[in-house]
């Protein structure tokens, strides 16, 4: 499976501000149509569209492509609410939407029971409401061909590629080929998922329940307690904000946001 997201703002501008904006990690590849950003491999499809949503904020635009040899999803971000095309047979969506999101049993059994979203994808205003998305982000892509690409759902195959190449996006599909062979790898091996270190959270319950016996066995009011509660709460909720900022912002912006050099073709370089 793999995992990109392409936005039109260039990718010395785009690195800057997400360096200061603390949004990443992820390799950064230039384009003439601005940026893809290739994610870690770890990277879960909620933490991509993360990525994707905080990256269309900054460049005005952004799509997350995801797919495998047998299926795609697209989401375009020109809100904070991608919308989202679908490739491929709708079991293999579905695979792949689990595997994307690396779903735990509740998370498939959840999938199944809205496995119906998948249908929408053959509805025209749907259809037409992505290539509305895409122009707005890129006013020059091609509607018909991207159109005849996406009304070609059965077609999961390649399906990422062909799209970004039918809409006039050449070197986005190349980096698409590209990191499919895995050119990117050894860039992106050395990179950490966006993930945020939760164990703070797992602390929260035996501090208040080992407050709330002290309070109880040295007869301390209640008042004190729930004070106690709260600067607890306050001192995790700081401790999580700062542990989020070691991701990206208090790193070199080149360690976790290298820019993988590109000749025309867009073809990373080893």
Wanted: aromatic fraction near 6%.
């Amino acid at each position: 499976m793999r995992m990109l997201i392409w936005t039109p703002l260039n990718a010395a501008e785009l690195q800057k501000a997400m360096h200061s904006g603390n949004v990443g990690p992820a390799a950064l590849v230039p384009v003439q149509s601005g940026t893809v950003l290739l994610p870690p491999p770890a990277t879960k499809l909620n933490e991509a569209a993360y990525m994707t949503n905080r990256v269309r904020k900054i460049g005005n635009g952004a799509a997350l492509a995801v797919w495998n040899d047998d299926a795609a999803l697209l989401y375009m971000f020109t809100t904070s609410l991608g919308r989202a095309s679908m490739w491929g047979s709708r079991e293999a969506v579905l695979r792949l939407s689990a595997e994307a999101k690396q779903s735990g049993p509740v998370g498939l059994a959840f999938d199944r029971m809205t496995a119906g979203m998948v249908n929408l994808r053959e509805k025209e205003k749907w259809q037409l409401d992505a290539i509305d998305k895409l122009t707005a982000i890129h006013p020059a892509a091609s509607r018909k061909g991207a159109l005849e690409r996406i009304r070609d759902f059965g077609r999961g195959h390649a399906a990422i590629p062909d799209f970004f190449r039918a809409a006039g996006l050449l070197e986005v599909a190349r980096v698409a080929e590209l990191a499919e062979q895995g050119r990117a790898d050894f860039v992106l091996r050395t990179l950490e998922p966006p993930r945020v270190q939760m164990w703070p959270l797992a602390l929260i319950l035996p501090l208040l329940v080992v407050t709330a016996l002290v309070t109880v066995l040295l007869n301390i009011p209640a008042m004190v307690y729930y004070l106690i509660g709260g600067l607890l709460l306050v001192g995790m909720s700081a401790l999580l904000v700062s542990l989020r900022r070691r991701l990206v912002r208090r790193k070199p912006i080149n360690t976790v946001l290298p820019v993988i050099p590109v000749t025309q073709g867009a073809v990373p370089t080893d």
